[in-house]
């Protein structure tokens, strides 16, 4: 079991927009930055979202993230075939003295 | 150049160790927190721990799983990372990425390509 809640998977056309949430606590997302990554089929994963809302150099603002309270959200807009992948979100949590990620959500652009 | 390459992975028998390790290029690998995540086969992402800058304090944290078996060290002046796996067991079949964080951060900004550590009798 995950510490953070994610749903196991999401679809959309091509072109449209998802989004993906991220569920915590106060001990986690509540008072810590979220990350979200990127794994596409069969390679390592890439930072797509740090502190919270801030893209790497390099990521497209197709790509966008947020949290509010203890819940995270990633967006992605204008949805390529080519983001079809898992994305995990992840953070500290201050409780457990480690960094908790979810379970990841299989993104499928029907 | 691939700034991360991990190397040592292969098969064991429960109860066996090895070592993991790390190597970094192109960047001042002291500057940066190195951490290891492991994946086991259809399986997400797990933190396995990490180990700060000497500027922070060279410390280390470990998740619950590994704590007490696993050991991550770095030797800045070759810009390696370790991670010494002790008394392995079936569960920590999977594959090991070592990746950086610059500073105390926890934005994993760059992702080795993996090495995979079967353990199995």
């Known amino acids: 079991q995950s510490v953070l809640t994610q749903p196991p998977s999401v679809s959309a056309a091509p072109g449209q927009k998802v989004t993906i949430s991220c569920s915590g606590a106060?001990?986690?997302?509540?008072?810590?930055?979220v990350s979200w990554y990127q794994q596409l089929p069969g390679t390592a994963p890439k930072l797509l979202i740090y502190?919270?809302?801030k893209r790497p150099s390099g990521i497209p603002d197709r790509f966008s993230g947020s949290k509010s309270g203890s819940s995270a959200t990633l967006g992605i807009t204008g949805l390529q075939t080519g983001d079809e992948a898992d994305y995990y979100c992840?953070?500290?949590?201050?409780?457990?003295?480690?960094?908790?990620f979810g379970g990841g959500t299989k993104l499928t652009v029907l | 150049e691939v700034p991360l390459v991990e190397s040592g992975g292969g098969l064991v028998q429960p109860g066996q160790s090895l070592r993991l390790s790390c190597r970094a290029s192109?960047?001042?690998?002291?500057?940066?927190?190195m951490s290891w995540f492991r994946q086991a086969p259809g399986e997400g992402l797990e933190w396995v721990g990490f180990?700060?800058?000497?500027?922070?304090?060279?410390?280390?944290e470990y998740a619950a799983s590994v704590k007490g078996r696993f050991t991550i060290s770095r030797d800045d002046s070759k810009s390696i990372a370790y991670l010494q796996m002790n008394s392995l067991k079936t569960e920590d079949t999977a594959v090991y990425y070592c990746?950086?964080?610059?500073?105390?951060?926890?934005?994993?900004?760059?992702w080795g390509q993996g090495t995979l550590v079967t353990v199995s009798s």
């Open positions: 106060s001990s986690n997302i509540g008072n810590n930055d």
């Open positions: 992840g953070t500290w949590d201050s409780s457990l003295s480690a960094v908790v």
């Open positions: 990746i950086r964080a610059p500073f105390n951060t926890l934005n994993f900004d760059y």
């Open positions: 502190d919270n809302n």
């Open positions: 180990i700060r800058s000497r500027a922070y304090g060279g410390t280390t």
């Open positions: 192109g960047f001042t690998f002291g500057d940066y927190l």
